[in-house]
């Protein structure tokens, strides 16, 4: 199964003055697309071009770095386009959603410092994430193109931290980008799918 670009969810001037067109471009159609040329390369030269994205990052994991690298970032990619939506981000989550935060997470103000935090702290190139495992809810971070897949959990949030996903509207202010993107990006229905997937 090839790797694909997908098309971004909605025209790139939609998110606004959150993320920047300047910034989708570079990040959809040049970040992602060399993630997508280069993973469907390796994958072919490793013998797994006819695995889904989801099975070739498991499979390559601490086993082929290159390989590894690049699936994983295509498929961050494919979600976090999916997770941003113009007039998205705030704290009204959709009641299973809703419920599951206050449980697990302390509430809504809980997981936006810990979830802003995991993203601030992240050292260099990584993610900040939301996760149901074991059944509950969990925030964690990761390096580079890393996320929970490979940890045993089901990521239904998450959030680049690479300086290509904020740079050219905060500078070096990402701890501003990270509070634009939960109060104002986040798309809470995107991740209630993902959520009632990942409990099912």
């Known amino acids: 199964m090839a790797f694909e670009l997908p098309a971004l969810p909605y025209d790139y001037e ?7 067109k300047e910034t989708l471009e570079y990040h ?6 060399a993630y997508v040329d280069n993973g469907n390369k390796l994958a072919a030269e490793a013998g797994m ?7 070739v990052v498991k499979q390559s994991f601490s086993k082929n770095a290159g390989l590894f690298n690049n699936a994983a970032q295509h498929y961050n990619h494919i979600h976090f386009w999916k ?8 704290n009204k989550l959709p009641g299973a959603l809703q419920k599951a935060v206050d449980a697990d997470l302390g509430g809504y103000d809980k997981f936006k410092a810990d979830f802003i935090a995991a993203g601030t702290t992240q ?11 074991d059944g509950k809810l969990a925030i964690s971070k990761t390096p580079n193109g890393e996320n929970p897949l490979v940890h045993g959990a089901s990521p239904i949030l998450g959030v680049d931290v690479w300086e290509h996903s904020y740079y050219i509207d905060y500078r070096n ?10 109060d104002s990006l986040i798309n809470w229905d995107y991740v209630l799918e993902l959520y009632e997937k990942a409990k099912s």
Do not use: T
Request: glycine share 14%; aromatic share 14%.
């Open 173 to 182: 202010a990402r701890p501003k980008y990270l509070e634009a993107f939960v």
């Open 28 to 33: 959809h159609d040049k970040h992602h697309k």
């Open 123 to 133: 050292f260099g190139s990584g993610w900040a994430w939301l996760s149901v495992k």
């Open 83 to 90: 997770w941003m939506k113009k007039g998205g981000g705030g």
């Open 14 to 20: 939609a998110l606004q003055p959150y993320m920047s």
């Open 49 to 55: 071009g006819d695995l889904s994205v989801e099975e």
